[in-house]
């Protein structure tokens, strides 16, 4: 345990359209390089101005398919120059992989149609699984050998029909991709799972009322977690993430005694730069 290293994060940002995920993502450290599916990096414009951000030390590449990308990260394996990729997101990803497979199968005359339309099968879902064990795999190997940190963006939706066969009448929101048990697995390689939405007080007539936030513990309907001393809720709105909350409290970590006493169960609070404890926690040494 002594080797480990906590300096970069293997993360995910997940919450619906607009909550501000691709705009906390830029402000990880930079250089940055984003894989770019869903091709609107100039909505991070305005973020990019408001926190001086100079436009050098972001690169990035539209995608469309899944061969280029992969080739792009075999490059990062031997060489990084970056210190942040991010992924936006692994719900277009997807996209980009089936339709990847579906055209190399009609260049043969294989696949299925509905009418003219190609559509995706029981072997497109394979390989959507298939080519995501390939990304995690390549990302981990990036972010362990060069240090870097990864992020993962992803959009969820409302999982809303009761199973009447096992009982269950949980609602949860789950990530969009493809197929439903590949997003389920992709959360479990990540060691930071953050959730985004808007907080509770806001009023969609009144806009000076809208305040962005997170969560960094389960909800009860959406999952999230950390391996840092964060508070369970932060309200970031147009405050830069990693600067004002993350980089701290990773200082923190490195600082805190070897011996934690107690943590408590139910945290107080919204954690602030300019908090002077570990966020809950109470070690000594």
């Given at each position: 345990m002594e080797?480990l290293?906590n300096s970069?994060?293997?993360?995910?940002?997940?919450?619906e359209?607009?909550?501000?995920?691709?705009?906390?993502?830029?402000s990880?450290?930079k250089?940055?390089?984003?894989?770019?599916?869903d091709?609107?990096?100039?909505?991070?414009?305005?973020?990019?101005?408001?926190?001086?951000?100079?436009?050098s030390?972001?690169?990035?590449?539209?995608?469309?398919d899944w061969s280029?990308?992969?080739?792009k990260?075999?490059?990062?394996?031997v060489q990084?120059?970056?210190?942040?990729?991010?992924?936006?997101s692994i719900t277009?990803?997807?996209?980009?992989?089936?339709?990847?497979?579906?055209?190399?199968?009609?260049?043969s005359?294989?696949?299925?149609k509905?009418?003219n339309?190609?559509?995706?099968g029981?072997?497109?879902?394979?390989?959507?699984?298939a080519?995501?064990?390939?990304?995690?795999?390549?990302?981990?190997?990036?972010?362990?050998?060069?240090?870097?940190?990864?992020?993962?963006?992803a959009?969820?939706?409302?999982?809303r029909?009761d199973?009447?066969?096992?009982?269950?009448?949980?609602?949860s929101?789950?990530?969009?991709?493809g197929?439903?048990?590949?997003a389920?697995?992709?959360?479990?390689y990540?060691?930071?799972v953050?959730?985004?939405?808007?907080?509770t007080?806001?009023?969609a007539?009144?806009?000076s009322?809208?305040?962005?936030a997170l969560?960094?513990?389960?909800?009860?309907?959406?999952?999230?977690?950390?391996?840092l001393?964060l508070?369970?809720?932060?309200v970031?709105?147009d405050e830069?993430?990693?600067d004002?909350?993350?980089?701290p409290?990773?200082?923190?970590?490195r600082?805190?005694?070897s011996?934690?006493v107690s943590?408590p169960?139910?945290?107080s609070?919204?954690?602030?730069p300019a908090?002077a404890?570990?966020a809950?926690?109470?070690?000594?040494?």
């Amino acid at each position: 345990m002594e080797s480990l290293d906590n300096s970069s994060l293997f993360t995910m940002l997940k919450g619906e359209p607009g909550t501000r995920k691709s705009t906390c993502a830029l402000s990880y450290p930079k250089p940055q390089y984003w894989i770019s599916t869903d091709h609107k990096m100039e909505a991070l414009t305005l973020p990019m101005k408001r926190w001086g951000i100079k436009p050098s030390d972001i690169t990035f590449d539209d995608y469309k398919d899944w061969s280029k990308p992969e080739a792009k990260l075999d490059q990062f394996k031997v060489q990084c120059p970056y210190k942040t990729i991010i992924v936006d997101s692994i719900t277009s990803f997807a996209d980009n992989i089936n339709r990847e497979t579906r055209a190399v199968k009609a260049q043969s005359g294989g696949g299925k149609k509905i009418g003219n339309i190609s559509v995706d099968g029981l072997e497109e879902y394979n390989a959507e699984s298939a080519a995501f064990q390939t990304l995690i795999a390549a990302l981990k190997d990036i972010h362990k050998y060069h240090k870097v940190h990864v992020i993962l963006i992803a959009h969820v939706v409302g999982q809303r029909k009761d199973d009447t066969t096992n009982k269950l009448t949980h609602h949860s929101r789950v990530i969009i991709t493809g197929g439903d048990k590949i997003a389920g697995k992709i959360s479990c390689y990540m060691t930071e799972v953050y959730h985004f939405n808007v907080d509770t007080g806001f009023n969609a007539d009144d806009q000076s009322d809208s305040k962005f936030a997170l969560f960094t513990q389960f909800t009860g309907n959406d999952y999230a977690r950390t391996s840092l001393p964060l508070e369970r809720k932060i309200v970031f709105h147009d405050e830069p993430l990693y600067d004002r909350w993350i980089a701290p409290a990773q200082k923190r970590l490195r600082e805190m005694p070897s011996t934690i006493v107690s943590i408590p169960d139910k945290p107080s609070g919204i954690i602030t730069p300019a908090s002077a404890s570990s966020a809950g926690f109470t070690a000594t040494k």
